[in-house]
């Protein structure tokens, strides 16, 4: 079983930044890959970005490339998503998640076992 636990969220300015950090606890998330994914309200779930278990290999939705960056430490055992440039349509609730499956990435939420509890994101235009 894997734990997994978002942190970094927070209200930011238009034009700002941010940086998710997701820790994981159970289990080593070396072999996993790992997903971001964001819900605004009223909305589904969608994909974000998701890193190969290596990190050697990254993929993004469209409206977040150039400005988000996924990256992971695994001795940490945490992964972390870099936000730059946020615009107010970013505003979600932002969530990480695993799955036991690393040497590729997967973007439907249902692909996916493990998720975290989420942390709020609020861009103010």
């Known amino acids: ?3 997994l636990v978002e942190s970094g969220g927070g209200l930011v300015q238009a034009g700002g930044s941010l940086r998710l950090s997701c820790a ?3 289990r080593s998330l070396s072999r996993y ?3 971001w994914f964001r819900q605004a ?16 290999s990254t993929y993004y939705e469209d409206s977040v490339k150039g400005r988000y960056t996924a990256s992971r430490d ?5 992964v972390n998503l870099q936000m730059n440039s946020l615009k107010p349509e970013d505003t ?11 040497n590729r990435w997967y973007t439907a939420s249902n692909e996916y ?13």
């Open 41 to 56: 309200p009223g909305k589904e779930r969608e994909f974000v970005a998701a890193i190969t278990w290596s990190g050697g």
């Open 24 to 26: 994981a606890s159970g």
């Open 1 to 3: 079983q894997v734990q």
């Open 92 to 102: 979600a609730v932002y969530y990480c998640a695993a799955r036991n499956d690393g």
């Open 113 to 125: 076992v493990y998720w975290g509890q989420g942390t709020q994101v609020t861009v103010s235009s």
């Open 33 to 35: 890959v790992m997903g």
């Open 74 to 78: 695994n001795a940490k055992n945490t």
